[in-house]
């Protein structure tokens, strides 16, 4: 699972924009604008959101769940969990 914030964050460290973005996971514009103003989780089919994860991979982004710990290195992001903040 990928949350629209991961998937802005991910788009702004790998220094792509959302054409970009496109282009390299084989999906239109319009279908990573839909993407990024989801609320919280993003939906899609499966296929989409394979290309969207592997295009990001491809770019050197590791997605982290929340609660995993990450053991690779390297550069990256994480929210941490707000008081009184509801779980996607």
């Known amino acids: 699972m990928i949350t629209a914030a991961q998937l802005r964050a991910a788009r702004a460290l790998a220094g792509i924009d959302q054409r970009e973005l496109a282009e390299r996971s084989s999906l239109s514009v319009p279908t990573i604008q839909r993407m990024e103003a989801s609320d919280g989780v993003i939906r899609g089919n499966v296929d989409s959101l394979m290309k969207l994860v592997g295009a990001l ?10 609660d995993a710990s990450s053991n690779e290195g390297g550069r990256g992001v994480r929210l941490k969990r707000r008081s009184g903040a509801k779980s996607p």
């Open 57 to 66: 991979d491809a770019l050197g982004i590791v997605l982290i769940a929340e």
